[in-house]
């Protein structure tokens, strides 16, 4: 499939989005009838033909619920030790955990996917240190503009 994107589209344009799920304790993942009982040996051997194909970035998105674990140290290091193109993580990422995971040269670019609906002024606000509107989840995904596009820019 990669192979075949790539054709058409180029692999310096393409990207490809994981969501590795790796339990807080030796049990197996189940989401959604998938089932992963090895995640870091799955999506590092995935990313080694990824790298060979020479796609532009990789996407990955952590479990983004409340208590989710998070991705492991020896994962984000795996992960950078075998892809060259740029790696952008997502899911419940504060400006902290950024922070610390570019610092550690483990990714490029984070998603801030809830803090950006909640704070239309998002990249001034990181920027400025200025603090962040908290979601709120009861308003999300309602289908109205209710807590999309009635919340506040940062006034000082």
Do not use: C
């Not at 033909?49 to 674990?69: C, F, H, K, R, T």
């Not at 993580?89 to 990714?107: F, P």
């Amino acid at each position: 499939m990669v192979a075949a994107v790539s054709e058409v589209v180029g692999a310096d344009r393409l990207g490809v989005r994981f969501a590795p799920l790796f339990a807080s304790t030796d049990e197996t993942r189940v989401y959604l009838g998938l089932v992963e009982a090895d995640p870091h040996h799955t999506y590092i051997e995935a990313i080694k033909v990824l790298e060979q194909a020479g796609i532009a970035y990789l996407s990955i998105a952590e479990a983004d619920w409340d208590n989710a674990p998070d991705l492991p140290e020896p994962f984000y290091q795996a992960v950078r030790a075998e892809f060259s193109g740029r790696i952008i993580y997502a899911g419940k990422y504060t400006v902290q955990k950024s922070v610390d995971i570019l610092s550690k040269g483990y990714g490029d670019l984070f998603a801030f996917g809830r803090p950006f609906i909640a704070n239309p002024d998002l990249p001034e606000r990181i920027a400025n240190h200025w603090p962040l509107n908290e979601a709120d989840p009861a308003t999300m995904y309602g289908g109205t503009a209710i807590g999309y596009s009635d919340y506040p820019r940062y006034q000082e």
